[in-house]
Each structure stands twice: as C-alpha cells, then as structure tokens.
C-alpha cells in the first residue's frame, strides 16, 4: 500500500463489512419480534448498502495501490465512501431501532457522500492512462 490513507480505508471496510453482516443477521433472526417488520426492512436496507460500500473500499484501495494516475481521487473517493458508510446505515439502523428523529437528518448527508464517492471513482477512471 503506497497511499497513507489505504490502511485506514481497509480497516474501516473490515468494520464496516462486519457491522452489516451481525445488521443483517440480527434483523433475519432476532429484530423481528423486538422491533417490528418495519425496522427488520430497515436494517435489511442498511446492511445491503453498507455491505456494497465495504467491499468499493477495499476495491479501492487495492485500485489506489496500482493506479499512478488518479490515485487522489480515489483516495478521496475512499473517505466518501467511509463517510457514507457510517452516515447512511447508520441512520437508517436507528430509523428502525427508535423510529424517526433529528438522527435521520444525516441521511442524506451520508447518501450524497456515497454518491461524491461514486463521482470520484468515475473522475478518477478518466485521469487513468
């Protein structure tokens, strides 16, 4: 890994891959009857989303490690993404655990981090030689 921000990323989508898989598991076999059926759609969401944004950071790192042009973008595009990933399940998490509140408003904050995200992995694709 030659980018400084790389061993953070892959640490985080380590925790972020296993935040969704216990998310998931938890809303298959025990939220159900504790919450209702709508938080299980919930953290259902949440874990599908996170679990995608996981593995895009350690995609992107392993990509910052072989691409010479563009790698601050997707340097950038990591710490999105991470952001996202914290933000947007995790709202979306506590949606279905107390219901709506002033905690939902980072939602979106998190949704458009993803999508900044997104857009730097594509700028980064066009500055590739």
Same mark, same amino acid.
């Given at each position: 890994?030659?980018?400084?921000?790389?061993?953070?990323?892959?640490?985080?989508?380590?925790?972020?891959?296993?935040?969704?898989?216990?998310? @998931?598991?938890?809303?298959?076999?025990?939220?159900?009857?504790?919450?209702?059926?709508?938080?299980?759609?919930?953290?259902?969401?949440?874990?599908?989303?996170?679990?995608?944004?996981?593995?895009?950071?350690? =995609?992107?790192?392993?990509?910052?490690?072989?691409?010479?042009?563009?790698?601050?973008?997707?340097?950038?595009?990591?710490?999105?993404? @991470?952001?996202?990933?914290?933000?947007?399940?995790? @709202?979306?998490?506590?949606?279905?655990?107390?219901?709506?509140?002033?905690?939902?408003?980072?939602?979106?904050?998190?949704?458009?981090?993803?999508?900044? =995200?997104?857009?730097?992995?594509?700028?980064?694709?066009?500055?590739?030689?």
């Amino acid at each position: 890994m030659t980018d400084r921000s790389a061993r953070p990323q892959l640490f985080l989508a380590g925790l972020f891959g296993a935040m969704a898989v216990a998310c @998931a598991a938890y809303a298959a076999h025990g939220l159900g009857p504790v919450k209702g059926e709508r938080a299980v759609e919930l953290w259902r969401t949440g874990s599908q989303v996170q679990m995608v944004h996981a593995a895009l950071l350690v =995609g992107l790192v392993a990509l910052q490690a072989r691409m010479e042009a563009g790698r601050g973008l997707l340097a950038a595009a990591g710490w999105l993404v @991470a952001l996202g990933s914290l933000l947007f399940p995790g @709202a979306v998490y506590l949606l279905g655990w107390f219901g709506p509140s002033a905690l939902g408003a980072v939602a979106p904050i998190g949704g458009l981090s993803l999508i900044l =995200g997104w857009l730097c992995v594509a700028a980064a694709a066009l500055r590739a030689r």
